[in-house]
């Protein structure tokens, strides 16, 4: 594929794609036991993330409306901040407790699942989460705004 047909693919075609499988990567290493089929586990748990990650991300949309209203004097850095972070935890919470509700039992063991998956991915979600609010999101909605101008 010629780089110029690759920069016309949208960005958040590559992107969610790109964030439900690195996130279900670290929580299938989190909860497959040893002598699992590791591939087989985690094409399960990425093809669940794809589905359930864009409803989650309709949400976080919701989340910066809302650090505004609730502080609206707070500084557009601050509120960048305080936006990935609640971005990442949602995330997170929410894609660990379906990935658990999948690979669990569901029996006692199932808040240990979500706690390995959660805990475990943690990291590499605050890092999406800090590259969407800083890097991503202003990216997209220039790409927003010349879209709307160029009508």
């Known amino acids: 594929m010629p780089i110029s047909?690759?920069?016309?693919?949208?960005?958040?075609?590559?992107?969610?794609?790109?964030?439900?499988?690195?996130l279900s990567a670290f929580m299938t290493w989190a909860n497959a036991a040893a002598g699992t089929v590791f591939v087989a586990l985690w094409a399960r748990n990425f093809a669940t993330s794809v589905v359930v990650l864009p409803l989650i991300l309709l949400g976080i949309g919701q989340l910066e409306k809302l650090v505004a209203w609730v502080a609206p004097g707070m500084r557009p850095f601050w509120r960048k901040v305080v936006v990935s972070l609640l971005s990442?935890?949602?995330?997170?919470?929410?894609?660990?407790?379906?990935?658990s509700l999948i690979n669990s039992p569901w029996d006692a063991s199932l808040p240990l699942y979500w706690w390995h998956a959660f805990s475990r991915s943690l990291p590499i979600g605050l890092l999406i989460g800090f590259f969407m609010g800083f890097y991503m999101k202003p990216k997209?909605?220039?790409?927003?705004?010349?879209?709307?101008?160029s009508l």
Not at 140 to 149: E, F, G, I, P, T
């Open 5 to 22: 047909a690759f920069r016309k693919i949208p960005a958040p075609v590559l992107i969610l794609p790109t964030i439900a499988l690195l």
């Open 140 to 149: 997209l909605d220039a790409m927003k705004r010349a879209a709307l101008n």
């Open 88 to 99: 990442s935890l949602a995330i997170e919470s929410l894609l660990a407790l379906v990935i």
